[in-house]
Every structure is written in structure tokens, then in C-alpha cells.
């Protein structure tokens, strides 16, 4: 039933953060839908012995179209320790003739995995920004087996998906996501791995709210 049957779901989505296995932090990801498009905020926020040791302030805001989850623009500013970086994208400003690909950043991908048109797909293509040649890259999300991930939301049978070898050697500096979809109506973004500077930053969720 849950496969057949559409859902949209504006909602906010509560994290704990570790870096390294050490707690330390939260982050928030909210979602709207407004007609045919989505909105969307990614803010993640260090404290305590984690902010000492590697202080992380993120924020990444997403427009995209609906329902082919393009992106239509994004404002990522990024401050991770000592390394400050600020990237923007907006599709009405850039040459049609470089986009042989739309674009769909590794957050609007996350997104999407949230609706039931793309819900348990074997994988999903990310079209990421190249800003240094002005074209899009193609990186597939690949849908492993399913992992039991205990969050203090509740232990779930998750979706795990994954960006392939080649996104690493293509984008030496910018941070690959990994995803756990959970198997309930809604479906949730149970945890969440980012490859940040100096290592890995987890996103365990504590709660939605609607």
C-alpha cells in the first residue's frame, strides 16, 4: 500500500551529531513543498568538546522543482575548523549549454529519496556543479542492503545509499553524503555520514516534527 500511494511531507527533521564518535552537536534538515516546488534548509551546528576540536558551522539552502527534484538553486556556506568556503548555484545564470545534465545536488537527492515516486529506488542519479568547468557531473546514488540503525527516534530497517567510487576522485574537497532511508510510511532520514575535511561527521536522527 505504502508503494502506491503518494505522499508529500513538509516537515523538520531533528539530528545529533558526532565527529569522530564524539557527541557534540546538532543539525536540522527542513522540508517544504509549495506547488511545484521544494524548499529546503540544512544547518548543521557543533557544541561542547566537539566545537573545541573541530568547530563546524554549515548551512546549505536548496530550491528545487517538483516533481523531477532538479535544483534550481543553492547557497551552501561552509565552515569547518580553520576552512571557510562559500558555493552558490543558480540555474538562470548559468549557460544551458552546460548543463547537459540538470542539476541535482546530493541534498535535493536526499529529499527525493523521501517521496514515494523515488522511495526505494535502486539508485539515484546526483548531477553535481563542477564550478571550476562549468558543467554538470553525473554521480549515482546506490541504493545497499538494508541496515538496523538505533537512533533515539527509534531503531529502524533502513535503505542505506551511497555515492559511487568515482565521486571522490571528481571532487577532492567537497563533502559525499550518505543516507539512511527508514522502511515506514513516512519514510525518515534515520542517519546521515559526511566526509568533511578532517573526517567523517555523523547525523543520527532524534526526532520529526510535522
Given at each position: 500500500?505504502?508503494?502506491?500511494?503518494h505522499?508529500?511531507?513538509?516537515?523538520?527533521?531533528?539530528?545529533?551529531?558526532?565527529?569522530?564518535?564524539?557527541?557534540?552537536?546538532?543539525?536540522?534538515?527542513v522540508?517544504?513543498y509549495?506547488?511545484?516546488?521544494?524548499?529546503?534548509?540544512?544547518?548543521?551546528?557543533?557544541?561542547?568538546?566537539v566545537?573545541?576540536?573541530?568547530?563546524v558551522?554549515?548551512t546549505t539552502?536548496?530550491?528545487?522543482?517538483?516533481?523531477?527534484?532538479?535544483?534550481?538553486?543553492?547557497?551552501?556556506r561552509?565552515?569547518?575548523?580553520?576552512y571557510?568556503?562559500?558555493r552558490?548555484?543558480?540555474?538562470?545564470?548559468?549557460?544551458?549549454?552546460?548543463?547537459?545534465?540538470?542539476?541535482?545536488?546530493?541534498?535535493?537527492?536526499?529529499?527525493?529519496?523521501?517521496d514515494?515516486?523515488?522511495?526505494?529506488?535502486?539508485?539515484i542519479?546526483?548531477?553535481?556543479?563542477?564550478?571550476?568547468?562549468s558543467?554538470?557531473?553525473?554521480?549515482?546514488?546506490?541504493?545497499?542492503?538494508?541496515d538496523?540503525?538505533?537512533?533515539?527516534?527509534?531503531?529502524y530497517?533502513?535503505?542505506?545509499?551511497?555515492?559511487?567510487?568515482?565521486?571522490?576522485?571528481?571532487?577532492k574537497?567537497?563533502?559525499?553524503?550518505?543516507?539512511?532511508?527508514?522502511?515506514?510510511?513516512?519514510?525518515?532520514?534515520?542517519?546521515?555520514?559526511?566526509?568533511l575535511?578532517?573526517?567523517?561527521?555523523?547525523?543520527?536522527?532524534?526526532?520529526?516534527?510535522?
Open positions: 500500500i505504502m508503494l502506491n500511494t505522499f508529500l511531507f513538509s516537515a523538520e527533521y531533528i539530528f545529533d551529531i558526532y565527529f569522530r564518535g564524539i557527541s557534540g552537536g546538532n543539525a536540522s534538515l522540508v517544504e509549495q506547488n511545484d516546488r521544494v524548499f529546503s534548509s540544512f544547518i548543521i551546528h557543533s557544541s561542547g568538546f566545537d573545541r576540536l573541530f568547530r558551522r554549515d539552502y536548496v530550491i528545487a522543482d517538483y516533481p523531477d527534484f532538479y535544483t534550481l538553486s543553492y547557497d551552501k561552509i565552515h569547518e575548523g580553520n571557510h568556503s562559500s552558490t548555484f543558480n540555474v538562470n545564470q548559468v549557460s544551458h549549454l552546460s548543463l547537459e545534465n540538470p542539476v541535482r545536488d546530493e541534498y535535493t537527492a536526499l529529499i527525493m529519496l523521501l514515494s515516486l523515488y522511495f526505494n529506488a535502486d539508485s542519479q546526483v548531477n553535481l556543479w563542477d564550478r571550476k568547468d558543467i554538470t557531473v553525473p554521480i549515482v546514488l546506490y541504493r545497499g542492503p538494508i538496523y540503525i538505533n537512533s533515539p527516534a527509534g531503531t530497517a533502513c535503505q542505506k545509499y551511497e555515492p559511487d567510487k568515482s565521486f571522490r576522485s571528481v571532487f574537497n567537497e563533502s559525499d553524503l550518505v543516507i539512511w532511508i527508514s522502511h515506514t510510511y513516512p519514510p525518515l532520514p534515520v542517519q546521515m555520514q559526511i566526509r575535511k578532517y573526517g567523517f561527521l555523523n547525523c543520527i536522527l532524534r526526532k520529526a516534527v510535522p
